[in-house]
C-alpha cells in the first residue's frame, strides 16, 4: 500500500524474505518504488529488507526472540512494515485497516518498545506494541525513535565505552553546518539516556514528504544493475553515476549535491559510503524532488578502520596518511562547486583538537592524528573545488 492506494499483491517467505509479485495494482505507483523493471521479485524483495531491521544490528537477536520472529522481515510485517521515512506500508489479505487509522504521524506509537532497547531490557518487548518505527529502521547501532512536543528524533546508542565516536559524529554535524548551510544537512546533538551516552538526530521530512534512498533511486533511475555503483565504498565513478540517477528523477542541483557528499566524505574520513546514506526527498503525490541533506555521521573523524585498533593507527602515523591520502583522493572538479567557501572550514583542526580532549580512553596522539589528516584533505578539497583537478593516488608514494 502507499497511503490507501493498493501498490502490490506479494507473497512472501517470512524466514529468507524472498518475495514473489502476485498482481501490480497501479503501474504508477509501482514506478515510484523503483518496481518498474522486469525483474519486480527482486528489486522489491531488495525494499522489503532495507525497511526492516538490519542483519547486522548489534540487538537483532534479543528483539526477534522477545516477539518470536523468524527474521528482521518477519518482524516489520508484524508490524504492518510502517515507517517514518516514506508512506509505504503492508496490509494483510482481507484487511480493512486505513493509512488514517495506522500511520505514525497521525497515531504515535508504543514508546516502551524505545525505552527497553535503549536500557537493554528486552525482556520488556514482550508487552509492547510492533507498530514502532523501530522495526522499520536499517542500521547496526542500537537506536530508537523518541517524540516530543516539537519534533521527532532517532536517538542512537554510543558503542565506544564513553562515546568518543559521538565526539567525530558531533564534529561532522558541525563541519555540515559550516560548509553547507540550513537544508543541506541535519543537526546532530550528545544526549544522555538511561545513564549512556546516545546521538540525538531530528526527522528530516515532514509528514507530506517520503525520504527515496539511493538504492530505490537507482532503481527508479533503471540503474539498478549498474556494476558502477558498486557497495565497496565511494569512487568518482560511483559519484558520477548517482549524478545521473538524480537527474533522472528531476533533482535539479544533482551534481552539486553528490560534490557536498563526496566532500563530506573526504574531509570527515568516512569511508562509509553507501546508497542507504544518500537520497532524494519528495513530495508526497507530486513531481517536486530535491536532493535529501546529509544525515549519517558515524563513523567520521577518526573512526573508519574497522579492526585496526585506534593504538596502531596513533603508532603508525605515516600509514594513516598514505591510507587516506589513496583513499579519499576521488573528487572531480567539474561537478558544481559554485557553493564551496575555502575559507569555511578555517581553524577547524581546532575545534577537532578541544572535542577529543575530553576523551581519555583515546591514545594521547589521536586528536592530533585526526587534526592533521584534516588539514591534509582540506588542502586537498581547497584544490579541487578551485579548479585545480582530482590528484591521482593510485600508488602508496603519491604525494599531494
Not at 133 to 157: F, M, Q
Not at 294 to 323: H, K, M, Q, R
Not at 374 to 394: L, M
Request: glycine letters at 8%.
Amino acid at each position: 500500500m502507499q497511503r490507501d492506494r493498493e501498490l502490490v499483491d506479494f507473497e512472501i517467505d517470512p524466514t529468507t524474505g524472498k518475495v514473489r509479485v502476485i498482481d501490480i495494482a497501479n503501474d504508477d505507483l509501482v514506478a515510484s518504488a523503483g518496481l518498474s523493471r522486469q525483474n519486480r521479485d527482486r528489486v522489491l524483495t531488495a525494499l522489503i529488507e532495507r525497511r526492516a531491521l538490519s542483519t547486522m544490528r548489534k540487538d537483532k537477536d534479543e528483539i526477534l526472540a522477545a516477539f518470536g520472529a523468524k527474521s528482521p522481515v518477519d518482524l516489520a510485517l508484524m508490524g504492518h512494515g510502517l515507517s517514518l521515512s516514506d508512506q509505504f506500508w503492508y496490509r494483510a489479505p482481507g484487511s480493512a485497516e486505513r493509512w488514517e487509522d495506522v500511520n505514525f504521524f497521525d497515531n504515535g506509537w508504543d514508546p516502551g518498545f524505545g525505552t527497553a532497547v535503549l536500557q537493554g531490557d528486552y525482556a520488556r518487548l514482550a508487552t509492547c506494541s510492533l507498530d514502532v518505527p523501530e522495526v522499520t529502521t536499517s542500521g547496526h547501532a542500537v537506536k530508537a525513535w523518541e517524540r516530543d512536543d516539537d519534533d521527532i528524533y532517532l536517538v542512537k546508542a554510543a558503542e565506544h565505552p564513553d562515546g568518543a565516536e559521538l565526539v567525530g559524529a558531533k564534529l561532522g554535524s558541525d563541519l555540515c553546518a559550516l560548509l553547507f548551510g540550513e537544508g543541506y544537512s541535519v543537526s546532530l546533538d550528545v544526549v544522555e539516556r538511561y545513564g549512556k551516552p546516545c546521538s540525538a538526530s531530528p526527522l528530516m521530512l515532514d509528514r507530506c514528504e517520503e525520504f527515496v534512498d539511493g538504492n530505490r533511486l537507482c532503481a527508479m533511475a533503471n540503474m539498478w544493475e549498474s556494476s558502477t555503483l558498486s557497495r565497496g565504498g565511494i569512487t568518482t565513478e560511483a559519484c558520477d553515476a548517482f549524478i545521473d540517477a538524480y537527474l533522472a528523477i528531476g533533482v535539479e542541483d544533482a551534481s552539486a549535491h553528490v560534490a557536498r557528499r563526496a566532500c563530506f566524505s573526504s574531509l570527515s574520513l568516512l569511508l562509509d559510503f553507501n546508497p542507504g546514506n544518500l537520497g532524494a526527498i519528495r513530495k508526497f503525490d507530486s513531481d517536486v524532488w530535491r536532493a535529501a541533506p546529509i544525515f549519517d555521521y558515524d563513523g567520521t573523524f577518526g573512526f573508519p578502520f574497522n579492526g585496526v585498533s585506534l593504538a596502531y593507527l596513533c603508532e603508525n602515523p605515516s600509514f594513516v596518511e598514505l591510507f587516506c591520502a589513496h583513499r579519499f583522493s576521488f573528487l572531480k572538479s567539474s561537478w558544481d562547486w559554485s557553493w564551496y567557501d575555502t575559507r569555511a572550514l578555517d581553524d577547524f583542526e581546532d575545534a577537532i583538537m578541544e572535542a577529543y580532549a575530553s576523551c581519555r580512553s583515546l591514545p594521547s596522539a589521536f586528536a592530533g592524528l585526526i587534526a592533521r589528516l584534516f588539514v591534509d584533505q582540506r588542502d586537498y578539497v581547497n584544490k579541487v573545488a578551485s579548479g585545480g583537478g582530482p590528484i591521482a593516488a593510485v600508488e602508496p608514494t603519491t604525494s599531494r
